[in-house]
């Protein structure tokens, strides 16, 4: 019965998009994001509902909450297109993301999926500071992401027992991710003594040359 169900709201789903692709075709309609956000939506919702008939239906996660995500950032770029522009990258590969950490908090037996989950949260994150802030490095936020990822994969529960080998790469890019932090600070620092040296050789100069006139 579930599977006839499945098969009816696939059957349904499929005759909706085909129906609204025909009428945009022939010119009756016009397919704008709005109506991608709706069927990319409804998509998702499928797919979130495969999983939840049947558990053992995990990979469903993964395209239902993608599709969500790219819903809700359609969405957004219609109605707050500001809000849409900066935060698309973040909603998609979190929402991806997401699905990851999902797939390992139902079972600790998936623990390989905290590592898609770590890196997707991390492009996420790197993809929100580079659309809010483009003039600040996203390198050091990057591999300080992956290092927070190995650590997490160190320290939660898992299925196979404790791998503090993880420990080693966590340590590795966090410090990496430091560094580049550090480099950046380091280098503006450097840009700014320069130039306060220079405005004041400037006032120097200025005040020798009216001395002389």
């Given amino acids: 019965m579930k599977v006839l169900g499945s098969r009816i709201f696939w059957g349904g789903l499929l005759i909706l998009a085909g129906a609204l692709f025909l009428l945009d075709n022939m010119g009756l309609i016009t397919m704008g994001e709005l109506i991608w956000a709706i069927l990319l939506g409804l998509g998702g919702i499928a797919f979130l509902t495969v999983y939840i008939t049947d558990r ?25 297109p500001e809000a849409g522009s900066v935060a698309s990258g973040l909603i998609i590969l979190g929402s991806i993301g997401l699905a990851f950490l999902i797939i390992y908090l139902l079972n600790w037996e998936n623990w390989w999926a905290l590592i898609p989950a770590g890196v997707l949260f991390t492009l996420a994150v790197v993809a929100l500071v580079e659309e809010a802030y483009p003039d600040v490095e996203s390198g050091s936020i990057f591999f300080a992401g992956l290092g927070l990822t190995f650590a997490a994969l160190a320290i939660l529960p898992n299925s196979i027992g404790q791998m503090r080998w993880a420990f080693i790469p966590a340590v590795i890019l966090i410090v990496i991710g430091i560094v580049l932090a550090a480099v950046q600070f380091l280098v503006l620092s450097v840009v700014f003594s320069l130039a306060l040296i220079l405005v004041g050789v400037f006032f120097l100069f200025r005040a020798f040359q009216w001395r002389r006139e």
């Fill in 56 to 80: 053992q239906h995990w990979w469903a996660l993964i395209p239902g909450c993608t599709l969500v995500g790219v819903s809700i950032t359609l969405f957004l770029e219609n109605f707050w």
